[in-house]
């Protein structure tokens, strides 16, 4: 008597399909990540070079403007 076995291979393939589409949504959500990525590290490098021209530049005071140390109670320092 011989027996002969079918394999269902409709569960293997549906597998096989489930885990390709998720690997195509990793794969675009991986593009998009690297997209927004490069974007924020263009954008920080201007802002970095912004913020150093702007730390490194002399204040300028309103014209007319005498900054003055606050001397509690009205004394003055007589040295």
Same mark, same amino acid.
């Given at each position: 008597m011989e027996v002969t076995l079918y394999l269902d291979k409709g569960d293997a393939l549906r597998e096989e399909g489930f885990f390709e589409s998720k690997v195509s949504d990793l794969e675009n959500k991986l593009?998009? /990540?690297?997209?927004? %990525?490069? *974007? /924020?590290?263009?954008? %920080?490098? *201007?802002l970095r070079e912004r913020v150093k021209s702007l730390a490194s530049?002399?204040?300028?005071?309103?014209?007319?403007?005498?900054?003055?140390?606050?001397?509690?109670?009205?004394?003055?320092?007589?040295?």
């Open positions: 593009k998009a /990540l690297n997209f927004d %990525n490069a *974007e /924020l590290a263009k954008s %920080n490098e *201007e530049r002399q204040p300028a005071w309103p014209k007319g403007y005498r900054p003055r140390r606050y001397s509690p109670h009205g004394k003055k320092n007589n040295a």
